[in-house]
C-alpha cells in the first residue's frame, strides 16, 4: 500500500483531511513529539488534538506492518512458484492482517496434515471431482486410485483422503473464514466453569463456577477476570457457539447439488468445521476478545493514571511529612517549598503514654522550628490514628492531609531515591516521597512506574508493551500540558519533556550543578548534546520563573517571541504591559500578525497565554477530612453517608477510600440516579465525593456503597442513638454486585 493510500485510508477513518494526515506523518517522522505538535504546530495539522494526532501515529504504523507482512507474503508465495497476477492483488488489497492471513492460510508452509498425506497418495482430482459435484461417476474415478503401495487399499480409503483434502480446503478458504468469524463474534458465548475439586481454591472465581455470556457484550474486566482464573488454573474456559448459526453459512458456499457427491462434500464440510474451523475460530477469537478486553482496561488505567497526575497540587509550602507505623513508629520528615528535605525523626504516638508526649513535643517543636504550613500524612497502617493524634494537637493555621501513599515504598526502594537520598534509609526515602506527592502529585508520581500507583485494573494481565506505550503517552502528556520549572525540576520529570528522554535530561541537571540557575530559555542551547531540534521541541514546555524575559516562565514558544515583541512595539508598550493589562491585550488586531507560519490559532494561544502566564492548568487544592469516629470497617453500618476520595476507576465502578483502611465499592449502578455506560461520566480519581454505604461484610474485608442522592443520613457509630431500630441490610442485586464485583480490585 501507498504512502498516499495510508493517508487516505487513516483520514476516512478518523473524519479528517488527508492534508492533516499527510502533515501530522511529517512532523512525526521529522522527530516532532505529540504534545509539541499539539500545541505549536496547529496551523499545520488544522488543530489536530494529541488524542487524534496519537491515532494517526499509531494506524500509520499498523499500516506500515500489513504493508511489511504483504511483502513477506508474496515473496513466500513467489518462491513456491504458485503467485498468479490475481493473487498478487488479493494480497494487496487485504485491509486488515486477519485478511491477510486469510489468503495467505493456504500457501503457508505448514507440517504434514491429512490433507497432505492424501495429496501424496494421488487422491487431489478425486477431491476437486468431488467438489464439482456433478454426474460424473466419483466411484469410478476412486476405485482407479486404489494403490496398496501409497496406502490406498479401497474406493472408501481414497475418499476419505479426498474428504481430508477438501475440508482442509474448506478450513483454508478466505470467505469461509472471514463469515465464520463474523458468526462467530456476533452469536458465540464464554463458557466458564471451575475445575472440580478447586472449588474453595477458586473462591474468588465463584461468579464464574457456571458461567455463560455473550461474547460480544461481555465487558473487560470479566474477559480478563475468567482469563486470569483459567490461567490459574482454577477455571475452565471455553467459547462455544451453536453449529445451525453456522453451518448452513459454509454449505451455502459449497453444497452446489443434491447428488451422492454433495453428500460426501457435506461429510467433508462437516469434519472441516468441527476439526479445523472450530478450533481455529476459537484460538483467532480467544486472541480477538483479549486484545479488545486489553485495550479497554488500558484505556481505564491510562485515564486513571492521567487524573491521578493532573491532581491538584498543594504547591510551594513548608511542610511536614509523617510516614504512619504502629510498632516501628511514624517517620517523620521536614520539607522546604521546594521539597528539599531539612530534617528527619521518627516519632511514637502509639506506643504508650510516654511515646505519646514525645511525639507532641516533637511535632509542636518542628513545627514551630520551621514555621510549617501543612502536615502530609500517609494513608496506609496507622494513618487514621496519626490523623488523630495531630488533628489533636490544635495547630493553628497548619493544613492536615491525608496522602494515598501506593507506590511509595516502590519509590523508596528505587535507584532514583538512592540517588536522591543516598545517606538515608527508605523510610526517610517514603516520607519524603508523601509529602512531595503533596505538594506537587505529577513531580513526584513521575518517578514511579505508573503499574504501580494503584489505579489499575488487571494492568499485570494486559499487553505490557502496550500498556507501557499508552502510560508513557500519558504521562508525557500530562508533564507537557502542566510545564516543567526548569531550575527545580528532577531528572526523571525533566525526561519526559517534550524533546528530551534521560539523556539530555541528566545533562541538563548536569550543567545546571555546575553554572548555577538557568537565567533564560536560550540558555538551554549551552547544554552538550542539546541541538536546535530539541530546542524547539522542548523550550516552549519548560518554564524559567522570575527571568528577565518575562516570556520564559510562560507557554510561548521562543520562537514567537519576536511577533509577541512587535504586537508591544506597535501598541507603543513593553512586554511587560501586554502582561499586565487586559484592555490593552483586547486592543490587539490580531489580524494584522496572520501569516503563513502563524494563523489565529496560534494566536489566541499566545493571547490567552499573556493573560495568565505559566498558569499551571490543575485544578486549585481543596482541603479534605475523613469523618471522625470512622476509622475501622467496624465502625461503619448500612446507611452511613461519608465523605470519601476516588481511589480507582473501572469499568464497573469506583472504589473510594472513606477512611477506614479499606476501600468501598461504588458499583456502576450506584454511582448515579440516572443511567450511566461509563463510571468516568461522573467521577475522577482523586474526586471528592460523599456515599452511603449500602452493605459491610467485616469477613470478607468488603464495602458496597453508593452515591445516589436517596439516601437519608446516619449519624457515626459513636454519635447515633443505640436505642433506635437499626435499618436492615440492602439485599439488592445491585449491592450484591458490588461486593462480587470488590473482589477483582
Given at each position: 500500500m501507498s504512502l498516499l493510500s495510508h493517508e487516505i485510508t487513516i483520514a476516512n477513518e478518523l473524519s479528517i483531511s488527508e492534508k492533516q494526515v499527510r502533515t501530522t506523518i511529517q512532523l512525526l517522522e521529522e522527530g516532532a513529539t505529540v504534545p509539541f505538535i499539539s500545541r505549536y504546530r496547529k496551523e499545520m495539522t488544522g488543530s489536530l488534538d494529541e488524542v487524534q494526532i496519537t491515532n494517526i501515529r499509531d494506524r500509520s504504523q499498523q499500516l506500515k506492518d500489513l504493508d511489511k507482512r504483504k511483502e513477506a507474503v508474496l515473496k513466500s508465495i513467489n518462491d513456491q512458484g504458485k503467485l498468479t497476477p490475481e493473487l498478487e492483488q488479493q494480497v494487496m488489497t487485504a485491509e486488515t492482517m486477519a485478511n491477510l492471513e486469510d489468503i495467505y492460510l493456504p500457501y503457508k508452509p505448514k507440517r504434514k496434515t491429512r490433507a497432505s498425506v492424501a495429496r501424496e497418495k494421488g487422491l487431489q482430482p478425486l477431491a476437486d471431482l468431488l467438489l464439482a459435484q456433478d454426474k460424473t461417476d466419483y466411484l469410478e474415478l476412486a476405485s482407479s486410485l486404489i494403490d496398496v503401495e501409497k496406502g490406498v487399499n479401497n474406493s472408501d480409503e481414497a475418499l476419505a483422503g479426498a474428504r481430508d483434502i477438501i475440508a482442509e480446503i474448506i478450513a483454508e478458504d478466505a470467505t469461509v473464514r472471514s463469515k465464520s468469524r463474523a458468526i462467530f463474534l456476533e452469536k458465540a458465548?464464554?463458557?466458564?466453569?471451575?475445575?472440580?475439586?478447586?472449588?474453595?481454591?477458586?473462591?474468588?472465581?465463584?461468579?464464574?463456577?457456571?458461567?455463560?455470556?455473550?461474547?460480544?457484550?461481555?465487558?473487560?474486566?470479566?474477559?480478563?477476570?475468567?482469563?486470569?482464573?483459567?490461567?490459574?488454573?482454577?477455571?475452565?474456559?471455553?467459547?462455544?457457539?451453536?453449529?445451525?448459526?453456522?453451518?448452513?453459512?459454509?454449505?451455502?458456499?459449497?453444497?452446489?447439488?443434491?447428488?451422492?457427491?454433495?453428500?460426501q462434500v457435506k461429510l467433508a464440510l462437516t469434519d472441516s468445521y468441527k476439526r479445523l474451523l472450530k478450533p481455529s475460530m476459537e484460538t483467532e477469537i480467544r486472541v480477538l476478545t483479549r486484545q479488545k478486553a486489553d485495550e479497554e482496561a488500558i484505556k481505564v488505567f491510562a485515564d486513571n493514571v492521567r487524573q491521578l497526575l493532573l491532581a491538584a497540587p498543594l504547591g510551594q509550602k513548608r511542610l511536614l511529612a509523617i510516614d504512619p507505623g504502629f510498632r516501628t513508629g511514624c517517620k517523620t520528615v521536614v520539607l522546604d517549598e521546594q521539597g528539599q528535605l531539612k530534617e528527619n525523626t521518627a516519632i511514637f504516638p502509639h506506643n504508650g503514654a510516654n511515646g505519646l508526649a514525645e511525639a507532641q513535643k516533637t511535632i509542636n517543636y518542628l513545627v514551630s522550628k520551621h514555621d510549617i504550613q501543612a502536615i502530609a500524612i500517609g494513608n496506609g497502617t496507622a494513618g487514621r490514628e496519626t490523623e488523630d493524634f495531630v488533628k489533636k494537637l490544635g495547630l493553628n493555621n497548619v493544613t492536615i492531609v491525608m496522602v494515598n501513599e501506593s507506590g511509595a515504598s516502590i519509590y523508596s526502594a528505587s535507584e532514583t531515591a538512592r540517588e536522591e537520598f543516598p545517606d538515608h534509609d527508605i523510610t526517610v526515602r517514603g516520607a519524603v516521597s508523601i509529602g512531595r506527592r503533596l505538594m506537587d502529585p505529577l513531580a513526584e508520581l513521575v518517578k514511579i512506574d505508573p503499574k504501580s500507583i494503584g489505579v489499575g485494573q488487571y494492568q499485570h494481565d494486559v499487553d505490557q508493551n502496550k500498556l507501557q506505550t499508552s502510560l508513557d503517552d500519558t504521562v508525557i502528556s500530562c508533564v507537557n500540558a502542566v510545564g516543567v520549572e526548569l531550575n527545580t525540576a528532577s531528572k526523571q520529570i525533566l525526561s519526559y519533556v517534550s524533546g528530551l528522554g534521560p539523556s539530555l535530561a541528566q545533562q541538563i541537571i548536569k550543567y545546571r550543578n555546575e553554572n548555577g540557575p538557568f537565567s533564560s530559555r536560550r540558555e538551554l542551547k549551552k547544554v552538550p548534546r542539546l541541538g536546535d531540534k530539541a530546542y524547539e521541541q522542548a523550550a516552549g514546555f519548560l518554564r524559567i520563573r522570575h527571568a528577565a524575559n518575562p516570556l520564559d516562565s510562560s507557554a510561548v514558544h521562543p520562537e514567537r517571541y519576536a511577533l509577541v515583541e512587535q504586537m508591544a512595539k506597535d501598541l507603543g508598550k513593553k512586554v511587560e504591559d501586554l502582561l499586565k493589562d487586559a484592555e490593552l491585550r483586547k486592543s490587539i488586531p490580531l489580524k494584522n500578525y496572520i501569516s503563513a507560519e502563524v494563523g489565529l490559532p496560534t494566536l489566541n494561544d499566545i493571547l490567552n497565554e499573556l493573560a495568565k502566564p505559566g498558569l499551571d492548568p490543575r485544578e486549585k487544592f481543596e482541603a479534605f477530612s475523613f469523618t471522625d469516629g470512622v476509622n475501622s470497617i467496624g465502625d461503619l453500618r448500612i446507611g452511613m453517608k461519608l465523605p470519601g476520595i476516588v481511589t480507582n476507576i473501572t469499568n464497573f465502578g469506583a472504589f473510594v477510600d472513606i477512611g477506614v483502611h479499606q476501600d468501598g465499592l461504588v458499583h456502576l449502578s450506584q454511582l448515579s440516579n440516572r443511567y450511566i455506560s461509563d463510571p468516568h461520566e461522573v467521577v475522577k480519581v482523586q474526586q471528592h465525593v460523599t456515599v452511603t454505604v449500602t452493605e459491610v461484610d467485616e469477613k470478607r474485608n468488603r464495602i458496597a456503597l453508593s452515591m445516589k442522592t436517596d439516601e437519608k443520613p446516619v449519624l457515626p457509630k459513636n454519635k447515633r442513638n443505640e436505642g433506635k431500630k437499626q435499618p436492615e441490610p440492602q439485599t439488592d442485586m445491585a449491592s450484591k454486585l458490588a461486593a462480587l464485583a470488590s473482589k477483582f480490585k
Open positions: 458465548e464464554f463458557v466458564s466453569r471451575v475445575v472440580p475439586g478447586k472449588e474453595e481454591a477458586a473462591i474468588k472465581y465463584k461468579d464464574y463456577y457456571e458461567w455463560s455470556e455473550s461474547l460480544k457484550d461481555a465487558p473487560s474486566h470479566r474477559v480478563l477476570a475468567m482469563r486470569r482464573g483459567e490461567k490459574e488454573e482454577l477455571l475452565y474456559l471455553d467459547i462455544d457457539i451453536n453449529e445451525e448459526n453456522i453451518l448452513p453459512t459454509i454449505e451455502s458456499l459449497y453444497i452446489k447439488a443434491s447428488n451422492d457427491a454433495a453428500a
